[in-house]
């Protein structure tokens, strides 16, 4: 029986996982924490509408009900020529080595004086602290925004950063207070969001408008500081609280170890997510450069989508076949962008792009997905195809 060591232990690593398992391979996962932090629903846990508890997944639990084996240990280096990875606790071998580690984020100056919803998970605990001990305090200035990379824009996380600044809006109105509070959205870009489609770009200026959100699109961000952030053109925003999440750049480990790279540290793959000139090493996820349209960005179904297919491609060339599954026939954009009171829904393919109100149920639909997404990992309830 042939070994896959899996690197990472988020959606695309457990994904690879559990299909590996029942393609009948040894598998090993090796993850830095012993849970799966669902990120599309950790949204709620600054405004305590989830609890942190609410958006883990045991890694423990699901390796008894799937069959790999778990270790946990931090990736330091990967010498694909040995296939050998090393780790802080030890070094492991492999026939098969999928890496979805995920991805390093871009610096940016003063960057300490921010919080993120798209980093370690234990800062959506901290981001709660900060926004309750400004309501207790009695209003203030929140700010919350999302940057770029120009080598690669693929790895850019929006979504999160509208949905978490509508979820604040939201909170603050319910508890009759958003009269005291400042809030301003923020982004390097001119026209954040564009890659949603033409349609969707206007119906978040509507947002922003009827929710009284300032903004403060198209400059530079110079620098962080406690007081505020500073744009080119000595741009100033005032902000009590600030939320910003850093596109994404290769991991640190990246640099460490002998695979091929792109201009932004994203391990190069084709389209079978199989890395460019190494023997049956597969990249999937954050970690992988994703090609196609400009507007293509990486996700989590995306990622999900890497790893059935990086599975069923290992299992195909174990059995000789030449049949091999891509994942550029399946780029789109599609998520439920949520608002407290209801959420939007967002699709893009090549031949469209749409943004579709869905008040009230729309909020319910998105909390019904984690209930889905966690049940349907522990075999709880039976998995609807292509989820």
């Given at each position: 029986m042939k070994k896959v060591?899996?690197?990472?232990?988020?959606?695309?690593?457990?994904?690879?996982?559990?299909?590996?398992?029942?393609?009948g391979f040894d598998v090993t996962l090796i993850s830095e924490r012993e849970y799966l932090y669902i990120?599309?629903?950790?949204?709620?846990?600054?405004?305590?509408?989830?609890?942190?508890?609410?958006?883990?997944?045991?890694?423990?639990?699901?390796?008894?009900?799937?069959?790999?084996?778990?270790?946990?240990?931090?990736?330091?280096?990967?010498?694909?020529?040995?296939?050998?990875?090393?780790?802080?606790?030890?070094?492991?071998?492999y026939d098969y080595l999928v890496v979805a580690i995920g991805s390093g984020k871009m610096k940016h100056k003063g960057i300490e004086h921010t919080l993120t919803i798209c980093g370690a998970p234990e800062e959506s605990l901290r981001m709660k602290g900060r926004i309750d001990a400004l309501i207790a305090q009695g209003g203030g200035k929140i700010a919350m925004g999302f940057g770029g990379n120009p080598k690669d824009p693929s790895n850019v996380r929006g979504g999160p950063a509208f949905e978490v600044l509508f979820n604040v809006h939201h909170k603050l109105k319910k508890l009759g207070i958003r009269d005291r509070f400042e809030?301003?959205?923020?982004?390097?870009?001119?026209?954040?969001?564009?890659?949603?489609?033409?349609?969707a770009l206007k119906m978040m200026d509507l947002f922003f408008r009827k929710l009284d959100i300032k903004k403060q699109f198209g400059k530079k961000i110079v620098a962080f500081e406690k007081e505020g952030i500073r744009f080119e053109d000595d741009i100033f925003i005032e902000s009590d609280f600030t939320m910003f999440i850093a596109a994404g750049n290769g991991h640190e480990v990246f640099a460490k170890s002998d695979l091929p790279l792109n201009e932004a540290g994203f391990v190069k793959i084709?389209?079978?997510c199989e890395v460019e000139g190494v023997e049956n090493v597969y990249a999937i996820g954050d970690s992988a450069e994703v090609l196609g349209p400009q507007w293509r960005a990486k996700q989590g179904h995306i990622a999900e989508v890497m790893a059935r297919n990086t599975a069923f491609n290992i299992k195909a060339k174990e059995e000789g076949k030449s049949e091999r599954k891509g994942y550029k026939a399946h780029l789109n954009i599609l998520c439920v962008m949520d608002s407290g009171d209801g959420a939007a829904f967002v699709y893009r393919n090549d031949k469209r792009g749409m943004m579709i109100p869905m008040?009230?149920?729309?909020?319910?639909?998105?909390?019904?997905?984690?209930?889905?997404?966690?049940?349907?990992?522990?075999?709880?309830?039976?998995?609807?195809p292509g989820l």
């Open positions: 060591l899996i690197l990472g232990g988020g959606f695309a690593g457990l994904e690879a996982a559990i299909f590996l398992c029942k393609y990120y599309p629903t950790s949204i709620w846990v600054p405004t305590g509408e989830a609890s942190f508890d609410d958006v883990k997944l045991s890694l423990r639990e699901l390796q008894s009900i799937h069959g790999f084996e778990l270790i946990i240990d931090t990736v330091e280096s990967i010498k694909s020529a040995q296939k050998q990875v090393y780790c802080q606790n030890g070094t492991y071998t809030l301003t959205f923020f982004a390097p870009m001119a026209e954040p969001g564009k890659r949603m489609g033409p349609q084709n389209d079978y008040p009230v149920i729309g909020h319910w639909l998105k909390k019904g997905w984690g209930w889905y997404y966690k049940n349907s990992k522990r075999n709880k309830i039976p998995r609807l």
